[in-house]
């Protein structure tokens, strides 16, 4: 397998390991209760999604309504301590994927329905639901939202060694890209002390990546 740490950036995995302890405190600081209806996602992403008979965000936001009311926090706990994050993940990209083909009949591309599934994980990592385990397996299982802003991150942390000059969430076409690209964050963040999740947090809070 190959070996990427040689062309992991110095500069940035100081930075990024020097974030780590305030990334931290984003996670779980605020009450599922008080949770707004916006279930992380903005509207940049659901200005791509054009000529619908439904409005995007209508869409997303019911079944996100519904997926939160159906969230057991001891249960989902019990699963990810063994094993089940895919599981779950992969539970709740299909059936975002069933809900928006009954609105819309069409589906959604893979790069948005990955995208919006990792936006709602990363949105419910956010929340307290008074179980401090479940805020730490979604920490230590959750992925990286893969748009713009994370896979150019990406690029940097690996010294610009990924033939990429303007990555963006299109990019990721199918699977086999999306499954490489939250290895080589994997690899990136884990060196440094860091998750897939924190990563993502990170890249958000940097003003640049070069």
Known sequence: MLDIQPYFSVKHGKEFAKSLPNLRKELGCIPFAEHDSGYGVGGDTFRALRKLQVPPSKVYQDWAAITCKNINPRLLSKSLATGGFQD???????????????????PLS???????????VKWLSRHDFENKKLTKLLELHSNSALDSR???????????????TKPSMGDIHCRETYDFCQKLIESFASYYGGTKLLFDYFSWKKIGND
Do not use: G, Y
């Not at 994370?150 to 990429?164: F, Q, Y």
């Open 88 to 106: 779950w993940h992969t539970m709740l990209a299909e059936s975002l994927q069933q809900r928006w083909i009954s609105r819309q009949n069409e």
């Open 110 to 120: 893979f790069a948005h329905q990955h995208k919006l599934i990792d936006l709602f």
């Open 150 to 164: 994370v896979l150019s991150n990406l690029n940097a942390c690996l010294s610009h060694a990924l033939p990429l």
